[in-house]
């Protein structure tokens, strides 16, 4: 089998960083072309002196000549710029994995309100596949454009859908809270994210209206089979550079108990390579993700409150980012799902 000729857009973040961890190890994957406006020209182990010997130089993210050479486009991009490539990428005919936010919602007019400016292609909204491989693989292998699934979305959506699906849970009164790494918020010079800030520091923020609130509530609602819904998402900046650790109270609904909740997360995740279900009672941990594309679910009830509490834990720059690229380009083009992660 020839391999997938993958060219990553903007390669010079920790989200590019990632991809290119794993995509030169990728068996079925050459990398043909990495960009960044900012350090075109220079070899990759200029940035990024891990991946020193490997014969890859930044390049202007020239669209019409990467188009040319590859089968697959990963765009690790800001939100807003992404649509602006992957427009003529596809109309070239290659394959577009994108890790922001540009093609995640269904409704244009949530994009508006949450991003505050219109969606610069809404007719794209409806094709794209939502890039989370346990929920939607089979639409997957035949998407053109995949809006793959967000950091803290990932870490909400997977542990919650099977349980909403079948209704041990209720679809009201649901509060995510959420512990990301720093490198969530980007490779970038801000005062909030610098050593001094954020070491010896854990704090909330965005708890009204964050970006990735509207994306959280669509998979949630599509799970439970409703129009829509309205939960509580309280991120905060934790002091670790990766991983997510999310915890999520739900309302048991009649008739849940433990064995029926690990029932349900067996049928759901049981055979799948990338979600480890702990045994009841127990607490997810981030160290036992870090740097690869699982995410570990620990769940228990209370009695006293009638919550069914979650714990979830992912890395958010594999299976939060990159890895969840890698996993659904793998899909699209009949790979071995796990080539490159595992």
Do not use: W
């Not at 890859?56 to 690790?76: H, M, Q």
């Not at 710029?81 to 919602?105: C, H, M, N, Q, W």
């Not at 980007?186 to 209206?209: M, T």
């Not at 996993?327 to 796990?338: K, S, T, V």
Request: glycine content about 8%; overall charge neutral; charged content about 20%.
């Amino acid at each position: 089998m020839s391999k997938v000729r993958v060219a990553v857009f903007g390669a010079s973040g920790y989200a590019g960083e990632e991809l290119l961890r794993i995509l030169l190890r990728h068996p079925n994957a050459e990398v043909v072309a990495i960009t960044s406006r900012k350090n075109a020209g220079e070899p990759v182990s200029t940035v990024f002196p891990r991946f020193t010997g490997a014969p890859l130089t930044f390049v202007e993210p020239k669209v019409d000549e990467i188009a040319a050479k590859c089968d697959a486009a990963i765009l690790a991009l800001p939100h807003g710029l992404a649509t602006e490539y992957a427009i003529p990428l596809l109309k070239a005919g290659v394959k577009v994995f994108d890790i922001s936010a540009d093609f995640r919602l269904k409704s244009a007019a949530k994009y508006k309100e949450y991003y505050k400016v219109d969606h610069p292609a809404p007719e794209l909204l409806a094709k794209a596949v939502y890039g989370l491989p346990e929920r939607y693989r089979d639409q997957l292998r035949t998407a053109d454009l995949v809006a793959c699934a967000g950091c803290y979305p990932t870490s909400s959506i997977l542990p919650t859908a099977p349980l909403l699906a079948a209704k041990l849970v209720k679809p009201t009164g649901i509060a995510v809270v959420s512990c990301s790494g720093v490198t969530g918020a980007g490779r970038k010079v801000d005062l909030p994210y610098i050593f001094p800030e954020c070491n010896e520091s854990l704090k909330a923020y965005g708890v009204v209206g964050h970006r990735h609130l509207p994306e959280i509530e669509q998979e949630m609602a599509f799970a439970a089979g409703v129009p829509e819904m309205a939960i509580n998402f309280i991120p905060h900046l934790a002091p670790m550079n990766r991983c997510i650790n999310s915890t999520i109270l739900m309302d048991a609904a009649d008739g849940c108990t433990l064995e029926k909740i690990g029932e349900v997360y067996e049928q759901a995740y049981g055979k799948e390579q990338f979600v480890r279900i702990l045994p009841a009672k127990r607490c997810a941990d981030t160290k036992y993700v870090s740097m690869t594309n699982t995410c570990e679910i620990g769940y228990n009830l209370d009695p006293h409150t009638n919550k069914v509490i979650v714990t979830s834990v992912i890395d958010n720059l594999t299976k939060g980012a990159s890895g969840q690229a890698v996993q659904c380009m793998n899909i699209r083009f009949g790979l071995d799902e796990a080539a490159g992660l595992i």
